[in-house]
């Protein structure tokens, strides 16, 4: 059990040979203080003893658990992070993500009429209770995956977007790998055992870090954080005698300040699973446990990560949203140069109260070409915090420059040509 995150500060894992350390301690007490603060100086220097306190604060109860900072993605807490784990209907947050990649791409609409098959009205566990034939909204079907943890509704929206279950598992497993989930191999799109849909042998696993890296991704796409923060009623066949309403089974989203998500399960052989988003003052931190004994357990768990990581880490600010970055030129325009701003804010986290260097690096080109529309992304600011790189944020032209006239280039053309006359002359 160790640290992950490019560099960064440590968080909290396994103080290694703590137990021999306690027993060497009985053995020879007369040695215990000398190599105590030896020891201690040398956890100073080294950046060891935050770890090992933090550990005594954290008893974690579920078999992984990870907690990660959503803007950087680095690990900030990890326990089994990597260990391949059923995660139940955890597995909807990977179901939600490539469909809402789908709906970005414009390959599936929200208002689409998605058809149920007699395999998605025959799925057990959590349902809408569709029935074969019957037709309802994939903006509906995604509310029913993310609040109600819908079965049916998951294998009808995977065979909307694939054609099969079997066909959206295996992109699922695609997109996984490419988006760096390395220990995600699905069989279906639900998060049932594999043998309970008839697909003996097959493996359906992931790990907590793997859980947490494809959520921090699912909140850059468009509907995600809406879906999954919902706490209810969600209402589906409005009107009708078959109306259902929707209630999310995450009660962290009532009871959690800042809770925007994510997605709970619960199988025989997954144990309690959860994976949990908020938010306060500017610092988004994503905790995933997979394996609880039991839903107390669960929700301890996640309770700890979260409030140990608000307490130690603080965001601070880089460049705020529609802060000025630079006024660049512009060739062939109506104006010679436009001003840029930063399209979103941009924070770091840091250990709350450090004493760290924050730099920010501007990128942009020597000279734009018109027309340039306004929003049009040119750039990006670098947040680096004592040399690393933590997160960058895109640089928008603030306003439309259209093509300028053959009159207005030419007058502009011949004026800088003066200008450089000129300056020649004065040499």
Request: aromatic share 6%.
């Amino acid at each position: 059990m160790g640290v992950g995150g490019r560099g960064g500060w440590a968080g909290p894992g396994a103080a290694p040979g703590r137990g021999a350390g306690r027993a060497a301690a009985r053995a020879v007490p007369t040695a215990f203080f000398p190599l105590f603060f030896v020891f201690l100086a040398l956890s100073l220097v080294v950046g060891l003893s935050p770890r090992a306190l933090a550990q005594d604060e954290l008893p974690i109860q579920s078999r992984a658990a990870v907690l990660m900072d959503a803007r950087s993605g680095r690990v900030l807490y990890e326990k089994n992070a990597h260990e391949p784990l059923p995660p139940a209907s955890v597995t909807k947050v990977f179901t939600l993500v490539v469909a809402l990649e789908a709906l970005r791409d414009g390959r599936v609409a929200l208002d689409d009429l998605v058809v149920t098959s007699a395999r998605a009205a025959g799925m057990g566990g959590t349902q809408v209770y569709l029935e074969v034939g019957e037709l309802m909204t994939l903006e509906d079907l995604l509310y029913g995956i993310a609040v109600e943890s819908a079965n049916d509704a998951a294998v009808a929206v995977a065979e909307h977007i694939s054609g099969s279950e079997e066909a959206f598992a295996a992109l699922i497993n695609e997109r996984s790998r490419a988006l760096g989930a390395r220990n995600t191999d699905f069989s279906n799109a639900s998060g049932l055992p594999p043998e309970d849909l008839g697909m003996a042998g097959r493996r359906h696993v992931t790990s907590a870090y793997d859980v947490a890296l494809i959520s921090r991704y699912g909140y850059t796409l468009p509907m995600f954080e809406q879906l999954v923060s919902t706490y209810g009623p969600y209402r589906v066949r409005v009107g009708t005698r078959d109306e259902r309403e929707f209630w999310n089974r995450n009660s962290l989203l009532r009871f959690y300040e800042g809770a925007n998500g994510i997605k709970t399960g619960y199988t025989r052989e997954a144990g309690y699973c959860l994976a949990a988003s908020a938010v306060r003052d500017d610092l988004h931190l994503i905790a995933v446990v997979l394996g609880a004994p039991s839903i107390q357990a669960r929700d301890e768990d996640i309770r700890a990560l979260l409030n140990w990581g608000f307490r130690r880490y603080e965001a601070r600010l880089v460049v705020d949203e529609d802060e000025p970055v630079a006024r660049v030129p512009v060739a062939k325009g109506e104006l010679d140069a436009v001003d840029t701003v930063a399209k979103d804010a941009l924070h770091v986290t840091v250990p709350r109260g450090a004493d760290v260097r924050i730099e920010r690096r501007t990128a942009l080109p020597d000279r734009l070409l018109a027309p340039l529309e306004a929003g049009a992304v040119i750039g990006e600011v670098v947040a680096v915090v004592d040399g690393r790189e933590e997160g960058a944020v895109d640089v928008v032209v603030k306003t439309a420059v259209p093509r300028g006239s053959w009159w207005t280039i030419v007058v502009r053309t011949a004026g800088r040509l003066l200008q450089s006359l000129s300056a020649a002359g004065a040499n």
